[in-house]
């Protein structure tokens, strides 16, 4: 008797806090064209003429492809990232890549092969059962619990900056059909929509279960972008969460620049964050893209959106200036998260102008920044400083300021006192500082070791952050960025390049 009561109070609560109409989506994606920006070799038709770079490619033989794709009647009856990746490399709009991108594509065409296969086991159809059906079986899992793990796995790819992950990741979403349940969106704005929805759910005896049935009732395969864990909360919580999704049966696609063992590697109370690696590793198959190329450093350089110096606010002043036009820059405030606002010294006509004590030397974080560029298309930022020792945690800002930016497609006009490669030459991660040789003299290990940061995480994210400044500062970048704007505002894109000044 008393745990038939004990299952009534169960499904009193769960009717409680559940709701029969859940959120539709994590983060509405941003959907961008496939192409140099996400570290494919891609032909540039611009004026400046790139040369392949110096490491060996593999031409891609055809017979790569036999069997991926047959066409009968001028029709293709089987697709997937591969055919895909061959269509555009006949059109043009790719070269052919290296055998490391390719050996992840073939990665990615076996798992879109199963997913097709056994898309009706893994529920992946959204239109395939009613929500009466659905709730019944929420209803009935609370009363006997029971896993349901996907007959399929995901796939975690890894590896160095520029190498096309996210490119290949992207390739392989769109090539999915569009009546499953699925979910592209990056990590940091998935963790922090994990984190509002445990705020709705607070006083719920489980609400990362809660939350866990939500995100699992909307997109069976989620492909999570940038997989990096530098937030404690985050740690935490993640091996509950995933266990409890991949029970629901959720297909995990992630990319990072870690290996699973190196995630949160030194991280605070990392011990509980180990069986999370357990976990993923046995959900997802581990393939690591090798190339050592960074195909963001191909791009063609553009001038007059980064500046070198001390003491130059005026240049940027007048540079912002020149992208307003007419408009009235004003202080302006945005709304951020959970009611959350964020305060803008100067904005108009999409621009705003923070110097970079305002935006990094600050309290805030991923879900201030992604509420910023919800609002703003391009940020000035003024004054970014050598990072070291004495400035850590700003350092760490400015790398997830980038991640959003590049995201979202933004704009960036900075002043900085060195250029991307000199920003970062103080953060090393424990190994490069190993390999340090130690001065004979005490003035010279002051002057050179002095503010001398040794940060893992850093280490590794910063050669990420030099990369995207990079490519952030390229015309093909901008170019994006302008079709990008043109297409919210209706209208026809203009040259990025007609915007800068001389200096």
């Not at 395939?128 to 995901?154: E, F, I, N, T």
């Amino acid at each position: 008797m008393r745990k038939v009561l004990q299952s009534a109070r169960q499904i009193k609560s769960a009717l409680r806090y559940r709701k029969d109409n859940v959120i539709n989506s994590l983060v509405k994606r941003q959907c961008f064209s496939t192409d140099i920006s996400h570290g494919c070799i891609c032909k540039l038709s611009y004026n400046g003429v790139i040369t392949r770079h110096s490491q060996p490619y593999y031409m891609l033989s055809r017979a790569m492809f036999a069997g991926v794709a047959t066409v009968s009647n001028g029709v293709e009856t089987r697709g997937g990232p591969l055919v895909e990746y061959e269509r555009r490399i006949a059109e043009g709009d790719l070269l052919d890549g290296d055998a490391c991108q390719v050996g992840t594509l073939q990665e990615l065409q076996r798992l879109y092969d199963q997913l097709i296969e056994k898309a009706e086991v893994c529920r992946l159809d959204k239109y395939a059962s009613s929500d009466k059906a659905s709730r019944s079986r929420w209803l009935w899992s609370r009363l006997l619990p029971q896993s349901s793990y996907a007959p399929v796995k995901g796939l975690y790819l890894y590896g160095g900056v520029g190498t096309g992950k996210t490119m290949l990741m992207d390739l392989f979403f769109d090539q999915l059909p569009g009546n499953w349940r699925k979910k592209r969106i990056h990590f940091h704005d998935f963790m922090l929509n994990v984190h509002s929805r445990l705020q709705k759910h607070k006083g719920v005896p489980d609400p990362l279960e809660v939350v866990a049935g939500e995100i699992s009732d909307e997109a069976i395969l989620l492909c999570l972008d940038e997989f990096m864990v530098t937030d404690v909360a985050d740690a935490l919580i993640l091996n509950r969460l995933f266990k409890q999704l991949f029970m629901n049966g959720a297909i995990l696609v992630a990319t990072s620049n870690r290996a699973p063992d190196n995630l949160y590697e030194r991280g605070l109370q990392r011990d509980l964050f180990l069986p999370f690696i357990a976990t993923l590793k046995e959900r997802c198959v581990v393939r690591e893209i090798g190339s050592a190329v960074d195909y963001r450093k191909l791009t063609s350089a553009e001038q007059g959106f980064y500046f070198i110096g001390k003491d130059i606010s005026s240049v940027i002043k007048k540079q912002f200036q020149m992208l307003v036009g007419d408009a009235q820059p004003v202080p302006q405030e945005v709304e951020v998260v959970m009611g959350r606002k964020l305060q803008v010294p100067l904005g108009a006509n999409g621009c705003a102008l923070f110097s970079f004590e305002e935006l990094c030397d600050r309290p805030l974080g991923a879900a201030d920044y992604f509420g910023l560029f919800k609002n703003f298309h391009t940020l000035a930022l003024d004054g970014v400083p050598i990072f070291g020792l004495h400035n850590k945690t700003a350092a760490y800002r400015f790398v997830t300021l980038v991640d959003v930016m590049y995201e979202n497609r933004a704009r960036l006009l900075c002043t900085a006192e060195g250029s991307p490669v000199e920003l970062f030459e103080k953060i090393v991660t424990i190994s490069d500082a190993q390999q340090i040789a130690p001065r004979t003299s005490s003035r010279s290990r002051k002057n050179d070791d002095f503010d001398l940061c040794v940060d893992n995480e850093l280490g590794f994210a910063k050669d990420r952050t030099i990369s995207r400044l990079t490519e952030m500062n390229s015309r093909e970048y901008l170019e994006q960025h302008a079709e990008m704007l043109a297409k919210k505002l209706q209208l026809p894109s203009e040259n990025p390049g007609e915007k800068a000044i001389e200096v």
